[in-house]
C-alpha cells in the first residue's frame, strides 16, 4: 500500500503544471550548483579519476573522517561507533530493516510516520505498531502501554525526532529522556532518523536538535541515521549511518549485496564540500530561505483556513501537518483541490494502517515564494467546499 503512495507522491511532487506542497525536497534553485562547480574543477586529475571508480564499500575514507568531525559537534559518540555511508538514507533504513528483520517481526513506529520507511518495513514482512505522537513527541504512556501488550519483544522502534515528516514537530529534550528511559533494558533498539536536524530556524532553539544517541544513557542500543538529501540535494544519494561496531559489521555486508559501494562521484563532491567549510555558509542560507517560505505559508493559512482547521507552527525543516475537523477527510479534499491545480499529501498515506485521514502534510520547502499564497487560497476554497458538503449530508 505505502509503495504504491510513495510512486504517486514522487509523481506529484515533480509535476510542473500544478502548485505542489506535495514535495518533501529542496527546491531546485537553491542547489549549491556554483560551489559543487568550483570544487569539482578545482580538483586534482588524480582525484577526478578517482569520482569514476569503485570506492570502499563502507565509505570514501576523507568522507568518513570528514562525517566523524562533523557528528562530533554534534555530541555524536563517533570514536565507539563506526560510520557506514549509504545511497540515501533510505538506504540505511533498509540495511538495518534487512539486518534485524524476518517476516513477523514486530517494528514500532510513530503515527504519523515517514511513508518511505514504512515501505521498507512492509517490503520485509514487518508486523507494525505504531505510537501516537503529540506536539512534544511519542506518546510516552501509549508506547509503555504497547511494549507490555505485546507477547514478544519488538526489533526496534524507528522514529524522526526533529522537524518530523509529516508533522514537523522537534521532540522536547525531556521527552527524548523520557524515551531513552522506557527503552533502557527492554531490548528494543532505537532507530533515530535524523534528515532535518541542521534546518532549524531560530539559532536560540538548536539545542532542541540534540541527537538521542549523543545524551549518553545506558541499557539502549541507537542507530543513527542521516542524510545530505535535504542539504546538497536528493539527486546527490548520499545518507550515512552511526552504529555499534556489531551492528556496523553485518550492515556492511549487506550494503555490499546491495551496491558494492554509493558513488565514489557523489561522496568525493561531498567530502570536498564539508571539509572547505561550505557547508555552515551554505546552511544559513538554506534557514534563511526555508524560514521565509514557512512565513509565508503560515500567514496564508492564517489569512484563508477556516479556523476549525488548525496546526503547529514549526521550528525548521520543511513541513506543516494540517488537522482537518475529524468528520472530514484529507482525501476528499485532495480530489477538490486537485481539480484546481493544487496537490499536497493526504493523512492516511503516513498512518501505517492507511485509515486516518483527517490530517494533509504541506510542505513549503519545494514551494516558489510567489505560488504559495495563491496554493493556499485554492486549498483553502477546497477545504470550505468539503466542509459545507459535510453539513449538507448530516442535515
Not at 517476516?103 to 504519523?112: A, F, M, Q, R
Request: glycine share 6%; net charge neutral.
Amino acid at each position: 500500500m505505502h509503495s504504491e503512495d510513495i510512486k504517486l507522491l514522487m509523481k506529484q511532487a515533480s509535476g510542473k503544471s500544478v502548485i505542489s506542497f506535495a514535495g518533501g525536497m529542496p527546491n531546485n534553485d537553491l542547489f549549491p550548483v556554483k560551489q559543487i562547480d568550483d570544487i569539482y574543477n578545482s580538483l586534482p586529475e588524480d582525484i577526478k579519476k578517482l569520482c569514476f571508480q569503485y570506492g570502499p564499500t563502507s565509505g570514501y575514507p576523507p568522507l568518513i573522517k570528514s562525517l566523524q568531525s562533523y557528528l562530533e559537534k554534534k555530541g555524536l559518540p563517533v570514536q565507539d561507533n563506526k560510520i557506514l555511508i549509504t545511497t540515501g538514507s533510505l538506504q540505511a533504513i533498509s540495511i538495518i530493516t534487512q539486518e534485524f528483520i524476518n517476516e513477523g517481526d514486530i517494528v514500532l513506529t510513530e503515527n504519523p510516520c515517514f511513508v518511505g520507511a514504512l515501505s521498507v518495513f512492509e517490503t520485509f514482512g514487518a508486523e507494525i505498531h505504531s505510537i501516537p505522537i503529540d506536539k512534544d513527541g511519542i506518546d510516552i504512556k501509549a508506547l509503555k502501554r504497547k511494549i507490555t501488550s505485546l507477547d514478544r519483544t519488538p526489533k526496534f522502534l524507528y522514529v524522526t525526532p526533529n522537524y518530523h515528516n509529516p508533522a514537523g514537530i522537534i521532540y522536547t529534550p525531556e521527552r527524548k529522556k523520557e524515551l531513552l528511559e522506557v527503552l533502557s533494558g527492554t531490548g528494543i533498539i532505537l532507530l533515530e532518523d535524523d534528515a532535518y536536524s541542521d534546518l532549524y530556524f531560530n539559532e536560540d532553539e538548536k539545542y532542541l536538535t540534540k541527537p538521542m544517541k549523543s545524551f549518553g544513557i545506558q541499557g539502549v542500543d541507537i542507530i543513527y541515521t542521516g542524510s545530505f538529501s535535504k542539504i546538497l540535494g536528493p539527486g546527490f544519494r548520499l545518507g550515512y549511518m552511526l552504529s555499534s561496531p556489531e551492528i556496523f559489521e553485518k550492515a556492511e555486508t549487506i550494503k555490499q549485496a546491495l551496491d558494492a559501494c554509493t558513488s565514489n562521484f557523489m561522496q568525493i563532491l561531498g567530502n570536498e564540500f564539508l571539509a572547505q567549510h561550505k557547508l555552515e555558509s551554505y546552511l544559513k542560507f538554506l534557514r534563511s530561505e526555508y524560514l521565509e517560505r514557512k512565513n509565508l505559508l503560515q500567514q496564508s493559512l492564517e489569512k484563508y483556513m477556516p479556523n476549525t482547521v488548525t496546526w503547529n507552527e514549526p521550528k525548521g525543516g520543511f513541513y506543516i501537518w494540517l488537522k482537518l475537523p475529524s468528520h472530514i477527510k484529507s482525501t476528499d479534499i485532495f480530489k477538490e483541490s486537485v481539480t484546481n491545480g493544487v496537490v499536497f499529501v493526504t493523512g492516511r498515506t503516513f498512518d501505517p494502517a492507511s485509515i486516518k485521514d483527517d490530517r494533509l502534510r504541506l510542505s513549503f520547502s519545494n514551494m516558489p515564494k510567489d505560488s504559495i499564497e495563491k496554493g493556499v487560497i485554492i486549498l483553502a476554497k477546497a477545504v470550505k467546499k468539503v466542509l459545507k458538503n459535510a453539513k449538507v449530508k448530516s442535515s
